[in-house]
């Protein structure tokens, strides 16, 4: 089955729309999306509206998801993101919040991967997994031989052994699945690797082969906005640098 992998849309609509029509020319059976559908950008129902029109999908809950819906789980976000979320909660329809409140922590496949949108160990906590050393408690927590991630913003493959890839626009990996690997898909809506454009993933679970995508959208209608909604003007800025 060729699954349609991505995360942290966070309220960017061109962005999603571009990665919905872009993996719709290639074709997918299946979505999974690994949180942060709200918070920063300025459309936030609109893109869950969106999600939830697909007609195969599952998702789990990301620390801005969580934080929409309850005041506690903001207290460690910084001023700009903080400044979004209480936007994002005021605005959030029924039909929304009651979107969120559905998500799991975890998508478990039954097959060969898992989804989480942090780490696979204490999921609720939020940790974040930049590198090897950081990735082994959540290797020891994996109960599937792959681990798709978002969170950081930055797309990468981490494998047991402690190498780490970087994943590029056309990479297609074959994927060991005798070893354990955590993939980071990257974010829709607010990359942080100093490429503007919205990255997913695609994956054949048949032949465990990954397939990583970058897709340019309008940045600049984002930027503008997220400056028109009265949202912290760093976050425009941050979409068309990719920071």
């Known amino acids: 089955m060729k699954i349609l992998i991505f995360s942290d849309v966070h309220g960017n609509l061109e962005a999603f729309e571009s990665v919905l029509e872009d993996a719709d020319r290639s074709g997918y059976e299946f979505a999974l999306s690994l949180g942060d559908h709200v918070g920063y950008g300025a459309n936030p129902n609109e893109c869950i509206q969106a ?43 029924e039909e929304s919040r009651e979107f ?3 998500l799991p922590l975890i998508y478990d496949s039954n ?20 590198d090897a050393l950081e990735a082994t408690n959540a290797f020891r927590c994996m109960y599937r031989p792959i681990a798709f991630t978002g969170h950081s ?70 930027a503008l906005k997220i400056l028109n909604s009265g949202l912290p003007p760093s976050l425009a800025k941050r979409i068309i640098l990719g920071l």
Not at 58 to 65: F, K, P, Y
Not at 77 to 85: E, S
Request: with cysteine; glycine share 6%.
């Open 111 to 130: 097959r060969a991967f898992m989804g989480v949108h942090s780490s696979p160990n204490e999921p609720a906590s939020w940790g974040y997994i930049l």
């Open 51 to 93: 999600f939830a029109g697909l007609s195969k999908y599952a998702a789990i809950r990301g620390n801005h998801d969580a934080a929409a819906l309850d005041p506690d789980e903001r207290l460690h976000f910084n001023a700009d993101a903080y400044a979004a979320i209480v936007h994002t909660a005021r605005n959030l329809s």
């Open 153 to 222: 913003h930055i797309p990468c493959i981490i494998a047991e052994e402690g190498d780490v890839r970087p994943l590029h626009h056309g990479d297609e990996i074959k994927i060991d699945v005798e070893h354990k690997c955590i993939i980071n898909v990257g974010s829709v809506g607010q990359p942080r690797d100093r490429d503007p454009k919205a990255a997913y993933v695609f994956f054949d679970d048949t032949e465990k082969i990954l397939t990583f995508r970058r897709v340019e959208y309008d940045w600049n209608r984002a």
């Open 100 to 102: 969120l409140e559905n």
